[in-house]
């Protein structure tokens, strides 16, 4: 229930807390004004008092994704183009992505289901949060990609960096949806910690280190301990 207590901005966001999980459910377009009102505990009035629409709701969705502080790309924002920042931006990018991080405003598995019921419908949800929170890195690791082909850690590649930037980002994600379920889609046959180590490995392969560059810049206990992340 909300608090009839709260000050207006307290109720805007306690709305937008009791609509995130309806909305990951049920995606956008199936979702209703009066199921959204008794998530909140409130009347359907009191929604449209605060968001004109239900579309203005989402908006202010989207615009919370986009909100949380997040010091692990502020550390890296810190990093000159190099290949180990581009191991950095790599492993804290699908280490997030595949595991989630704690303090987020939308949780790991809330996200992730509003990620896909947006790709099933407009897309905008998927679209802002891509742009808001990898875009971010975009430039830079194409920049650390550049870097290390200057530095020799790199085999020769067809493929754009943008797009080897890209497919990285989309298997993290890919492995992530697999985890929704309780009982995962697939079985790796090794634990969460170890699956996210392979897939970070992989990653690196495909943008084109060599295996050399890899073992020099690659070590994981390192990496944990610099952005304060630990086994789950």
């Not at 202010?60 to 997040?70: L, P, V």
């Not at 990093?79 to 180990?84: H, N, Y």
Request: charged share 25%; proline share 3%; net charge neutral.
């Amino acid at each position: 229930m909300v608090d009839q207590r709260l000050s207006a901005e307290e109720r805007r966001e306690a709305i937008v807390t009791a609509a995130l999980p309806l909305f990951a459910r049920k995606g956008f377009a199936n979702t209703t004004t009066r199921e959204l009102a008794d998530a909140a505990g409130v009347s359907e009035a009191l929604i449209y008092k605060h968001f004109p629409s239900k579309e203005s709701l989402y908006a202010e969705i989207q615009n919370t994704g986009c909100k949380d502080k997040d010091s692990g790309l502020e550390k890296l924002a810190n990093l000159d183009p190099s290949t180990s920042t581009l191991v950095h931006i790599v492993y804290y990018l699908l280490r997030t992505i595949v595991m989630g991080k704690p303090g987020d405003t939308i949780s790991w598995e809330t996200k992730h289901r509003m990620i896909l019921n947006s790709c099933l419908e407009d897309g905008e949800f998927t679209r802002v949060l891509y742009e808001s929170r990898f875009s971010c890195c975009f430039n830079k690791v194409q920049a650390c990609l550049a870097a290390a082909e200057a530095a020799g850690d790199t085999i020769e590649c067809p493929i754009s960096r943008e797009n080897r930037v890209r497919f990285a980002h989309h298997l993290a994600a890919m492995i992530a949806i697999n985890h929704l379920p309780k009982k995962p889609v697939i079985d790796y046959k090794v634990n969460r910690e170890e699956l996210v180590h392979q897939v970070i490995w992989f990653a690196l392969r495909g943008l084109g280190l060599t295996d050399s560059s890899i073992a020099r810049h690659y070590n994981p206990q390192a990496l944990s301990v610099f952005f304060g992340v630990g086994n789950k």
